[in-house]
């Protein structure tokens, strides 16, 4: 009970010298909120990851044409023209483990006209298979079928964002649009999957039978992608061992010479994505632990100057029955108290931050519980640091000294 | 019956290469329960140091300190601390009250330290004993330097202690709150209480009941004072010639 009192006591001190209080915290303050905001952020960023990845299905694999290891698809200068629609057939036909394959082509800036109106968006030459192999359906009307793409038929599918776009509430089926200068018909509208992890809006597209896009968008005969469908995401390995060989064998690749494809599977992007934030995260979390440790020196070194000013209150406090005990005790309380109020409000700033962040920057945020409770035990820990000296400093003093006249 | 005795004290500071000063030399006293003891000397006659080694803030070189009986000069750091808190009160020239700290709070301190309940009770009545009912909020800077020692004297007695050491208690106050506070010490030792106040002033020493002299670190004398002065008096005239020692 009397332990109780002289902490409360302690505590309720530190409210009456405000500024030295607040310059105290300032540290903590700032190195926990660089905690909760950089671990919130990689939280989220880890989120999003594992929502695209499962966007895109853990039991799927993407064959992309090029090679390297860069993001993307052949670049627009170089584009790598070895993969073809045949190979998808190859791969659905010749490999075990693969379900379905779905070949497609696709252009950035397609031109769209429907009368007076024109907007630019994405064009995709995609088959029949897209729709289960993405597992993305056409909502109303009907999706690109066989005859479509066997006969090269000037149809398309279109997104809703398009159809806003171009026709507001009307509805667009049985309309004729112009993707560049060739007029095609709409005959579906694809359900809505609205923005993707990374910030674009999945829904701003044009789907169109791939060999009309071959033909008559591109006038070409590759493909940049095959998105692959396993039967069971157990295979995943092999069916990337398969398939690289498959695909070398087909592109005729002697033994040496680099792929020119590159298989993606959700765990390499994982991974991946981990890496890089991961690598992100322990740099500011390091740079947060330098702040607090820096904050825990300035709360040393304030907290030696404030023993030296409090000389006499120390020493009064003696005088009236506080052993060296009950004013190291009342010291390390102060320390602990500002630093774990400072790492409170930095878990609240740290959160405030995440969400401004979340909405200047559409990246978003989890809130990381683990980040917060290794802020506040961190900064405790920190407390307790910087306040054992000062507080074995106080303790030491003789009150005899610290009353007397001159002091 | 005896509070406080000494025997054969000796207080010796050494400080650098300098040869050592005997700030109390062989000093013998004792001080009974109930008596008004003024230790009267200049400064660094070793009066304080006295002081201090009979409240236990400080240890005798040489020598026995008896405390109510018992023998406080082989006490403990610890020990010592809870007989200041439960035995000892203390006044000084400067006051030292907490600031921005309410005079309740100030009050409260010593019980803060102790094993005592209720203990905002208890510094209440305190403050109102010394005429500070209607203070009890207020901050030492909103208080003239009479009120403060007032409530430093309310936090000496807030524990009850067997005796009381004031240390040139009216030094930073003007001559009036001066006479206000020898008035109440007066009446303290009126109601019972055992206090020894130290001073160089001959003129406030004439308020006690005892007067000890010392210099040099040695008792030159310790006299029963017969014409002692009685600070209610004087501050009836004071109020009858306002003008007068302001």
Known sequence: MKTGRILTHSIRELGKNKPRTFFMMIGIVIGVTTVTLVLSAGLGARRKVMERVRKFGLNSLMVSAGGGREMGGGTASLPVVTLKADDAEAIKHEIRAVKDTAPFNRKGDGMLKYREKSYTTRVFGVTPSWQPVW????????????DDHARMNRVCVIAPTVQQELFGEADPIGEQIRIGTVPFEIIGIMEPKGISPGGGDMDNRVYIPLSTFSRRIANVDHITNIKVL????????????????????????APGVPDDFRITTPVEVTRMAERVSGTFSLFLVLVAAVSLVAGGFVITNIMLISIGERRREIGLRMAVGARARDIRNQF???????????????????????????????????????????????????????????????????????????? | MVIVETKDITKVYQKGTDVPIYAVRNVSLSISRGEFVAVMGPSGSGKSTLMNIMGCLDRP???????????VHTLSDE????????????????????????????????????????????????LEKVGLADRLHHTPAELSGGQ?????????????PEILFADE??????????????????????????????????????????????????????????????????????????EVNE
């Open chain 1, 332 to 407: 390390l309380v102060e320390t602990i108290t500002i630093t774990v109020f400072g790492g409170l409000a930095g878990i609240v700033i740290g959160i405030g931050g995440a969400f401004v962040m979340e909405v200047l920057t559409e990246i978003p945020v989890a809130f990381s519980w683990h980040g917060a409770a290794l802020g506040l035990v961190f900064s405790a820990l920190v407390g307790l640091a910087a306040g054992v000296h000062p507080a074995k400093r106080a303790a030491a003093i003789q009150p005899v000294e610290a009353l007397s006249k001159q002091g």
């Open chain 1, 135 to 146: 597992d993305w359906y056409a909502e109303k009307g009907n999706f690109i079928s066989d």
């Open chain 2, 61 to 71: 070189g040489e020598g026995h300190v008896l405390l109510d009986g018992q023998p």
């Open chain 2, 169 to 242: 208690p009216t030094g930073n106050l003007d001559s009036r709150a001066g006479y206000e506070i020898m008035a109440l010490f007066q009446d303290l030792h009126a109601q019972g209480r055992t206090l020894v106040l130290v001073t160089h002033d001959a003129g406030l020493a004439g308020y006690a009941t005892r007067i000890i002299q010392i210099a040099d670190g040695r008792i030159t004398s310790d006299k029963e004072n017969r014409k002692t002065r009685v600070a209610r008096d004087e501050l009836k005239k004071m109020a009858e010639t306002p």
């Open chain 1, 230 to 253: 396993l039967r069971d995401r157990a295979d995943m390995n092999r069916a990337v061992e398969d398939i690289r060989s498959l695909l070398r064998g087909r592109h005729s690749l």
């Open chain 2, 79 to 126: 020990d010592l601390a809870r007989v200041r808190n439960e035995k000892i009160g203390f006044v000084f020239q400067s006051f030292n009250l907490l600031p921005n700290t309410s005079a309740l709070e100030n009050v409260e301190l010593p019980l803060i330290y102790s094993d005592r309940d209720h203990i905002t009770e208890t510094a209440k009545s305190a």
């Open chain 2, 148 to 160: 403060q020692q007032r409530v430093a004297i309310a936090r000496a007695l807030v524990n009850d």
